[in-house]
């Protein structure tokens, strides 16, 4: 009788018109999706029939997450999924040898370079100069050039620019800069951050003014505050600066957080200090929450503005490194309604994310973002040891030049005879990974190990073992020579981006004069 009553809920769904069963179906997870069709024969051939069901288990087999189409523009289920699967079984036969050049400007060094929607942003702090350049536009994509010459970026005199932050997808260019009034004993200085628009000159329509104001720094009687660095980052309606301070032996940070379409003031503050020369890194995750890498993990809640971030968990790294970066680029959706009815409109989930952190040792850690998103038995007060959470939710590899896109990361990997030579290694951390490769590829799942040494001593200290698993893909093309040199890499979801320095050389009369140019290769998926 039992067995009877729990098999009526499953006969009485089975029941149900196929209309109403795939409508029901479509509001669980992927997960929750295929965990039904391995239970029923009946249900599985449903399954099989939909490409609707068939594109959520795909979706979230990939770690994304489906656009809303706006403006009437319809795109066909079984066509949505099909490019989906293209696009990622095309990742797993990169063509290497296919590439187009792009020439950047010869007088410009740049301090920071960042590619997003088919451009190129660059900032050279020392001259003070900035420029926005596409990289080989698509067809009907909206492209924005241009070049910020020294002393345009700021019209205020008597001040330092610190740092540029470019956000395509908010159409968004954010400085933040120092005023020093040298008429003062204290010599002390003010700092602000001004909001504009990439393609125009003027403030941001957005933007709750056009300045945006610091908080105070802490009151002290004996101590100068100067910032030494800053960095500024941002995510949708939220930017960050952080500015360090340093002391004889340790530096002191304040990170302040706005939310710059709705206040130009910040009362959402974070502060600390740590021995140097360790650093100081955050990223956003998502929305609401803000990581902050400063020796270890500490994951905030930064849903409410009006207060100090709170504090949800904090994770424990293996060893306490000198420097360490984390980066997590956020995918740009371009709105166009002629660019979605050409392609599947999806973005990454930010809960199933890779985040990168890499070290002054020459280790890079990925990590999947899901560990800061699944915080249940996990008090905000007790540190999270490595052992519980590192190992089955990262890879650690030793290279250092790397770039993270969703679900994809693209390395570099030197040669083991130890010469000039490298190659590119694509590697897949979704989970549908190895279904989509079609037998390309290299499958990871045993875990590795890798020895860690200590940063101040060099001795080492133990081993780290990580074990999330992952699909390779080696380029066969060798990049390298005594007449180039890889500066940067990038990767998006439909393209490699390699910013590579070129060395030639030039005789006038007797003289031999070295000259340096950057070309940037762009390799389509």
């Not at 002393?151 to 120092?178: E, H, K, R, W």
């Not at 952080?242 to 990170?255: D, G, I, K």
């Not at 940067?488 to 140019?517: M, R």
């Amino acid at each position: 009788m039992l067995m009877s009553h729990e098999m009526k809920p499953s006969a009485g769904f089975l029941s149900l018109p196929r209309e109403l069963q795939l409508n029901i179906l479509s509001f669980l997870s992927g997960r929750d999706i295929l965990r039904c069709t391995s239970v029923s024969k009946a249900l599985r051939q449903t399954y099989m029939s939909s490409s609707e069901l068939q594109y959520i288990v795909e979706l979230s087999g990939q770690w994304l997450l489906h656009i809303p189409i706006t403006d009437n523009v319809s795109i066909p289920v079984s066509k949505r999924l099909q490019l989906l699967r293209d696009k990622a079984h095309a990742w797993f036969k990169v063509d290497p040898y296919s590439f187009e050049t792009v020439s950047l400007p010869k007088n410009m060094y740049s301090d920071e370079k960042v590619v997003a929607d088919r451009h190129i942003y660059l900032w050279d702090q020392e001259e003070d100069q900035a420029a926005i350049i596409p990289i080989l536009p698509r067809p009907l994509q909206k492209t924005v050039k241009r070049n910020w010459s020294a002393g345009t970026l700021l019209s205020v005199p008597n001040s330092d620019n610190l740092d540029v932050f470019m956000d395509p997808a908010q159409n968004l260019i954010a400085i933040a800069y120092s005023v020093t009034d040298a008429t003062l004993e204290s010599n002390d200085e003010t700092l602000y951050i001004d909001l504009g628009a990439l393609d125009k000159d003027g403030i941001h329509p957005q933007a709750a003014g056009r300045t945006l104001f610091l908080s105070v720094l802490p009151a002290s009687k004996d101590k100068c505050f100067v910032t030494e660095s800053a960095k500024l980052k941002g995510f949708r309606r939220h930017i960050a600066l952080r500015r360090s301070f340093a002391y004889p032996f340790e530096e002191m940070w304040q990170l302040d957080i706005w939310d710059w379409q709705h206040s130009a003031t910040s009362n959402s503050v974070l502060s600390g200090t740590n021995f140097k020369p360790n650093s100081i890194d955050f990223c956003f995750l998502g929305n609401n929450r803000l990581l902050v890498v400063a020796g270890h993990l500490k994951l905030y809640s930064i849903e409410d503005m009006s207060q100090t971030p709170q504090l949800l968990a904090c994770f424990l790294m293996p060893v306490l490194y000198l420097n360490i970066q984390c980066f997590l680029p956020m995918d740009y959706i371009d709105s166009s309604p002629q660019l979605q009815a050409q392609q599947a409109v999806y973005t990454s989930d930010p809960k199933n994310k890779l985040l990168c952190i890499t070290t002054g040792a020459s280790r890079t850690f990925v990590v999947s973002t899901k560990i800061f998103f699944n915080l249940e038995g996990i008090a905000a007060a007790t540190p999270v040891p490595w052992e519980r959470w590192g190992p089955s939710n990262t890879r650690i590899f030793g290279e250092f030049k790397v770039h993270v896109s969703g679900n994809r990361v693209l390395q570099v990997s030197t040669s083991a005879s130890g010469d000039a030579e490298y190659a590119l290694r694509i590697l897949d951390f979704s989970p549908l990974a190895v279904t989509n490769r079609r037998g390309l590829g290299r499958v990871v799942k045993e875990p590795s190990t890798i020895p860690e040494f200590d940063d101040w001593t060099g001795r080492p200290v133990k081993s780290l073992i990580s074990s999330l698993p992952y699909v390779e893909v080696i380029l066969d093309r060798k990049f390298g020579s005594a007449e180039s040199e890889l500066v940067d890499l990038w990767v998006d979801k439909d393209s490699i981006y390699l910013l590579i320095l070129k060395f030639d050389h030039e005789v006038v009369g007797s003289t031999h004069y070295a000259i340096e140019y950057n070309e940037l290769e762009v390799i389509d998926v």
